[in-house]
C-alpha cells in the first residue's frame, strides 16, 4: 500500500439509529453503498465492493448535469462488524501516490445504535482535508437516512412557528419533494432559534450537522440536496427569473402589508384597549388590494404563478394568502380577485399544503413528525 503522510487527516463521528451489523454491511454491500454513498445533489452510478482484504471497490458519483466523478481503492482490514480500512484515490488526479488517503472506520454499540467513528488521513493540505469534511459530512447524512426507522427524519429538522408563511414554504417544499422531517415550533428569537440564527429569525433547518437559515436559501438547499419535483423552475432562465420576481414580490411587499400590518394586528393588538390598531390596518388595506391585482394578473388563467407546475413562488403564495383569507376583511378582497381564488384552490387542494396547515391558535406540535412519502435522497 502507498499512502502519502497523514500531515492532514479528518476526524468525525456519527451516531446511527441501527445495529452495527447494519452500519458494517453499508460500507461493504454493493447494494447498500448504491443506496447511500454520494453527497447529497448526486446520485450513485456504478458500484462493485470486493470485501475482502486485498478486494478492491470503486465508486462512481454523479451530478444531475449527468458529471461522473470516481473513485476507489483497496480493502487493507476487515474485521466485521466493528472495524474497516481502506483506501481511497480519486480519478484523474496525476500520480498514484500523491492522491491515495487512507480511511479507517469504527462502529462500537451505543444507546442503542451504532457511534461510526471515521478517521481519514493522508492530505496534502487543509484546503484538500476541509472539502472532504463537508463531502463527507453529506455523505453521512446520506447513510443516516438509509438506516434510520425514520428515514430522512432522522437528519431533516425545520426550525419554526407552524403559523409562519416562511416556515410553512419550507414544509411545503419538504412535502412536494417527499421528504419526512421533524418540525421543531419555535417562535422568533427564542433561544432555539438563535442558536442557528444571527438575528433570531425563522424558520432554520438543520440536516445533520449542517445547518441552514434564511427561507430562500433553505429552499434552494432542499431543492439541489434531493430528489423530486423543482422548487426553482428547470423551464429555463426566464422560468427561473420570473419565479424569483413573483418571490421577491411576496416576500418585500406581500409579507408587510398581509403578515405584519395585517395579521399580527389580530394576534397581537396594538391598538387602545389591547384591540387591533385599526389606522395600521386600514393602511395596509390599499397596499393588499394592490398585491392581490398584481397577482391576478399574472396568475392569468394559469393555476401557478410560472408555467404549470408549483414552484418557489408557490409555495410562499399559498400560506401567505391563505393567513390573508382567515383575516377579517380578507375574504372580501380576495373574492375580487378570480385568478387568485382559482389559484389558490388548487394549491390548498395538494397534500404538501394540507401537510402543513397552520394552526392559528398556536398549539403547533413541537415533534411533529411529516412523512408523505419516504424519499431516497440525491
Not at 143 to 159: C, F, I, K, M, R
Request: glycine share 10%; aromatic share 10%.
Amino acid at each position: 500500500m502507498t499512502t502519502q503522510a497523514a500531515t492532514f487527516e479528518l476526524e468525525m463521528t456519527r451516531h446511527i439509529r441501527a445495529p452495527r451489523e447494519k452500519v458494517f454491511e453499508a460500507f461493504t454491500d454493493e447494494a447498500a453503498m448504491a443506496a447511500w454513498h454520494c453527497p447529497r445533489g448526486l446520485s450513485v452510478g456504478e458500484v462493485s465492493a470486493d470485501a475482502r482484504v486485498g478486494g478492491r471497490y470503486r465508486i462512481t458519483m454523479v451530478t444531475k448535469d449527468g458529471v461522473v466523478h470516481g473513485s476507489g481503492g483497496v480493502y487493507q482490514v476487515i474485521e466485521r462488524p466493528s472495524f474497516l480500512a481502506y483506501t481511497w484515490a480519486w480519478d484523474g488526479e496525476g500520480d498514484a501516490a500523491a492522491r491515495t488517503t487512507l480511511i479507517e472506520v469504527t462502529l462500537t454499540e451505543k444507546d442503542g445504535g451504532t457511534q461510526l467513528h471515521m478517521r481519514h488521513t493522508g492530505f496534502p493540505d487543509a484546503a484538500v482535508r476541509d472539502d472532504h469534511h463537508q463531502g463527507w459530512t453529506s455523505v453521512f447524512n446520506r447513510l443516516v437516512d438509509y438506516l434510520d426507522p425514520e428515514g430522512t427524519a432522522g437528519n431533516v429538522v425545520v426550525v419554526g412557528s407552524p403559523i409562519s408563511p416562511y416556515t410553512r414554504a419550507v414544509r411545503i417544499a419538504l412535502a412536494e419533494k417527499g421528504v419526512a422531517y421533524v418540525l421543531k415550533s419555535v417562535a422568533p428569537h427564542k433561544p432555539e432559534a438563535d442558536a442557528i440564527h444571527p438575528f433570531g429569525r425563522i424558520p432554520a433547518l438543520y440536516d445533520g450537522p449542517l445547518e441552514f437559515y434564511e427561507t430562500r436559501a433553505i429552499l434552494r438547499y432542499i431543492d439541489e440536496a434531493f430528489q423530486g419535483p423543482a422548487v426553482f423552475p428547470a423551464g429555463g432562465v426566464t422560468s427561473r427569473a420570473r419565479a424569483e420576481q413573483w418571490y421577491s414580490v411576496l416576500n418585500d411587499y406581500g409579507y408587510d402589508a398581509i403578515v405584519k400590518r395585517g395579521v399580527l394586528q389580530y394576534m397581537f393588538p396594538s391598538g387602545e384597549g389591547g384591540q387591533p390598531n385599526r389606522a395600521i390596518i386600514d393602511a395596509a388595506m390599499p397596499d393588499i388590494d394592490r398585491l392581490l391585482a398584481t397577482l391576478d394578473e399574472g396568475y392569468g388563467p394559469r393555476d401557478y404563478l410560472v408555467g404549470n407546475t408549483p414552484c418557489i413562488a408557490d409555495y410562499f403564495a399559498a400560506p401567505l394568502l391563505y393567513s390573508l383569507s382567515k383575516m377579517p376583511g380578507g375574504q372580501a378582497l380576495l373574492a375580487k380577485y378570480p385568478n387568485v381564488q382559482r389559484a389558490q384552490a388548487v394549491m390548498q387542494a395538494r397534500p404538501s399544503f394540507m401537510s402543513a396547515e397552520p394552526d392559528f391558535e398556536g398549539k403547533g406540535d413541537a415533534s411533529n413528525v411529516t412523512p408523505l412519502r419516504k424519499a431516497s435522497a440525491a
